[in-house]
Antibody, heavy 125, light 107 residues
Framework: EVQLVESGGGLVQPGRSLRLSCTASGFNFGDYAMGWFRQAPGKGLEWIGFIRSRSYGETTEYAASVKGRFTISKDDSKSIAFLQMNSLKTEDTAVYYC????????????????WGQGTLVTVSS | EIVMTQSPGTLSVSPGEGATLSCRASQSIRSNLAWYQQKPGQAPRLVIYGASTRATGIPARFSGSGSGTEFTLTISSLQPEDFAVYYC?????????FGGGTKVEIK
């Protein structure tokens, strides 16, 4: 059974950093690209970033709202994806989800078949 | 950036009735569209990808159609577990973008 479990959320002050983890199980993590999304309280879904598999150089894509502040990485040996969030702003307050791209290839853009349960990040002084 | 617009914002439907949800893209996205279902307090669940292909485990009462800029998600006979918010997402261009969602509520 595919499972994605996010951790690392919590309360953080504006300007500080936080690193989220996404621990995967039930599939060969190294073969898949992963995405990160967020959902502010009572709002819709927002894509924030994507990392390709090692076969495609673990290259990344970011939304403009987080580019230069957030960094996605992955450790295939531990089946974990990371979201490093720096210079946090109050508007970054949201539930953060990690997701799996099921396609297994690098052509085009992804959709996502499995989502973690999410972890809440609250940015407030 | 491709803007995705969903309508209506809220759809009130009686159990057993059908529902039609719309999603429009600001430019052509060919068939690169996914639909997700989200229930309160839960993560989104993939329903449709490639505009018309049901994801694993999705009942046949869910169907997707459309290409280019106009897309539709149809639920043929709403079951109690189908009442939720539905989002469309384009996967044709970066950045990936979502519609604002359609809430399907019990009438």
């Amino acid at each position: 059974e595919v499972q994605l479990v996010e951790s690392g959320g919590g309360l953080v002050q504006p300007g500080r950093s936080l690193r989220l983890s996404c621990t995967a199980s039930g599939f060969n993590f190294g073969d898949y690209a992963m995405g990160w999304f967020r959902q502010a309280p009572g709002k819709g879904l927002e894509w924030i970033g994507f990392i390709r598999s090692r076969s495609y150089g673990e290259t990344t894509e970011y939304a403009a709202s987080v580019k230069g502040r957030f960094t996605i990485s992955k450790d295939d040996s531990k089946s974990i994806a990371f979201l490093q969030m720096n210079s946090l702003k109050t508007e970054d307050t949201a539930v953060y989800y990690c997701t799996r791209d099921p396609r297994g290839y690098n052509f085009g853009c992804p959709y996502f078949d499995y989502w973690g349960q999410g972890t809440l990040v609250t940015v407030s002084s | 950036e491709i803007v995705m617009t969903q309508s209506p914002g809220t759809l009130s439907v009686s159990p057993g009735e059908g529902a039609t949800l719309s999603c429009r893209a600001s430019q052509s996205i060919r068939s690169n569209l996914a639909w997700y279902q989200q229930k309160p307090g839960q993560a989104p669940r993939l329903v449709i990808y490639g505009a018309s292909t049901r994801a694993t485990g999705i009942p046949a009462r869910f169907s997707g159609s459309g290409s280019g800029t106009e897309f539709t998600l149809t639920i043929s006979s709403l079951q109690p577990e189908d009442f939720a918010v539905y989002y469309c997402q384009q996967n044709n261009n970066w950045p990936l973008t979502f519609g604002g969602g359609t809430k399907v509520e019990i009438k």
